[in-house]
């Protein structure tokens, strides 16, 4: 059974902070992915990563970074936190083996005051 | 890149009736679009997937269908149960090319349905 986890279910931060959430996989998954997800805009991709140290950009990777240090972890990264990156951030991986099918993390709230 | 639009954003249906939720996409090179269900308070967990080689596929309650020509798909959900409610997001995918594995979402659209 495929397990992804993530560091925290709820965060609270300061505008301006660097903030850090990590996620881990523990199925050998070549592929890692961060989104947002906002209602009414559905899951929006931040950033995703398919090999150790590769990254490549999603679709809203301003004031986002990432790394990817070891296979089995995969971190987000906001430089320095503001109010309009409070959000629902999900981790998600896939083996990259011709399956396509995402594992999504439980998710980590974020509040930025 | 590619677009996918879906639709309703919300359906409210009674038990025992059926759903329909409708995506469209914009790349023609998509080949891959699963369906995510979303339980409040829990992860998105794949229900269903439809590749483009294929027109419909069933499993029990729900099946999928694909229009390429149209470039629009859709899930049906038969026989609602309230167990059913949750925000469904469909998706497409160059799955195979150098996409990575990479899914574009649609907006979701939150099922209820009522016992």
């Known amino acids: 059974d495929v397990k992804v986890t993530q560091s925290s279910r709820y965060l609270v931060k300061r505008t301006g902070e660097k903030v850090f959430l990590e996620c881990v996989q523990d199925?050998?998954?070549?592929?890692m992915f961060w989104y947002r997800q906002d209602p009414g805009l559905g899951l929006r991709l931040i950033y995703f990563?398919?090999?150790?140290?590769?990254?490549e950009k999603g679709d809203i990777p301003e004031g986002y970074s990432v790394s990817r240090e070891k296979k089995e972890r995969f971190s987000l990264i906001l430089e320095s936190a503001s109010t309009n990156q409070t959000s629902m951030y999900l981790c998600?991986?896939?083996?990259?083996?011709?399956?396509?099918?995402?594992?999504f993390g439980p998710g980590t709230r974020l509040l930025v005051l | 890149g590619e677009n996918v639009e879906q639709h309703p954003s919300t359906l409210s249906v009674q038990e025992g009736d059926s759903a329909v939720i409708k995506c469209t996409y914009s790349?023609?090179?998509?080949?891959?679009f699963p369906w995510y269900k979303q339980e409040l308070g829990k992860r998105p967990q794949l229900i269903i997937d439809?590749?483009?080689?294929?027109g419909e596929k069933k499993d029990q309650r729900i099946a999928v269908t694909l229009n390429k020509t149209a470039k629009h798909f859709s899930l049906h959900i038969t026989e609602t149960q309230p167990e059913d409610s949750a925000v469904y997001f469909c998706?497409?995918?160059?799955?195979?090319?150098?996409?990575?594995?990479?899914?574009?979402f649609g907006q979701g659209t939150i099922l209820t349905v009522h016992p």
């Open positions: 998600a991986s896939s083996s990259g083996q011709s399956e396509e099918t995402q594992y």
């Open positions: 199925m050998d998954h070549e592929n």
């Open positions: 990563s398919y090999d150790v140290k590769m990254k």
């Open positions: 790349d023609s090179a998509s080949n891959y």
């Open positions: 439809i590749r483009s080689n294929v």
């Open positions: 998706a497409a995918s160059n799955a195979g090319g150098t996409s990575y594995g990479k899914l574009t």
